[in-house]
């Protein structure tokens, strides 16, 4: 089967981005961009992400996560440590995280490095989320194989018991990555494919050197 895609293209026009409007530190961009993407109708979930990392099996291997808070050390998600991605960036804390909203027609593309956050951290999260939630990190085994959905349901179903009318702790697995980063890249559509792009990089005494990359 072949379905040839060579005419879907469109025209980018909306926005541009020039080095005056870039101030020094891209997380000030970061947050301008981000909280414009979160007012937009155009955009529906702003903080959906996809983190890359790089597998036990030696390939990349990219997935959506829900960025939950960004400081100016960096950017927050939760996952299960013994997933496939928990295990992956144990194993090489290098990974990359990319934002797309097709609407704006922007994209930002950040390396850097994945650390544990703080347990308690963790926990202040842990505790703001519905409890269906809470039992769904204990419930799922991440990445392993289940033998159907209805042992999975099952399962839920005995926890749900189980800490009925109970606090409900945070599994030991389960917890947040801080990611570091090293490089971020700001992308915005514009005609004729000659987009803008503007790169910050960390130097060694953590000021931040920009530079214009071609399209």
């Known amino acids: 089967?072949?379905?040839?895609?060579?005419?879907?293209?469109?025209?980018?026009?909306?926005?541009?981005?020039?080095?005056?409007?870039?101030?020094?530190?891209?997380?000030?961009?970061?947050?301008?961009w981000f909280l414009n993407a979160d007012a937009s109708e155009m955009v529906t979930e702003a903080n959906a992400m996809t983190v890359s990392s790089i597998g036990l099996d030696g390939f990349p291997k990219n997935r959506v996560v829900l960025l939950k808070k960004y400081t100016w050390e960096g950017f927050i998600f939760y996952t299960n440590y013994n997933s496939e991605k928990g295990k992956a960036i144990a194993a090489n804390n290098n990974v990359c995280?990319?934002?797309?909203?097709p609407g704006l027609e922007q994209q930002i593309i950040i390396k850097g490095n994945a650390e544990k956050l703080a347990e308690n951290l963790s926990d202040g999260y842990f505790?703001?989320?519905?409890?269906?939630?809470?039992?769904?990190?204990w419930a799922s085994n991440q990445s392993e194989v289940v033998a159907s959905r209805e042992t999975l349901d099952n399962d839920l179903k005995?926890?749900?018991?189980?800490?009925a009318q109970k606090e409900?702790?945070?599994?030991?697995?389960?917890?947040?990555?801080?990611?570091k980063p090293v490089s971020i890249e700001f992308w915005q559509g514009r005609p004729n494919r000659m987009h803008d792009r503007i790169?910050?990089?960390?130097?060694k005494d953590f000021s931040w050197k920009k530079e214009r990359l071609a399209p």
């Open 127 to 137: 505790e703001s989320r519905p409890d269906g939630s809470k039992l769904g990190a």
């Open 158 to 163: 005995a926890l749900e018991t189980a800490y």
């Open 1 to 32: 089967m072949a379905h040839d895609l060579s005419n879907h293209r469109k025209s980018y026009e909306k926005l541009a981005l020039l080095e005056s409007n870039c101030p020094e530190n891209p997380i000030e961009l970061f947050q301008q």
């Open 168 to 179: 409900i702790p945070r599994p030991n697995h389960w917890g947040g990555f801080l990611i």
């Open 199 to 203: 790169r910050y990089t960390l130097q």
């Open 97 to 101: 995280l990319s934002f797309f909203w």
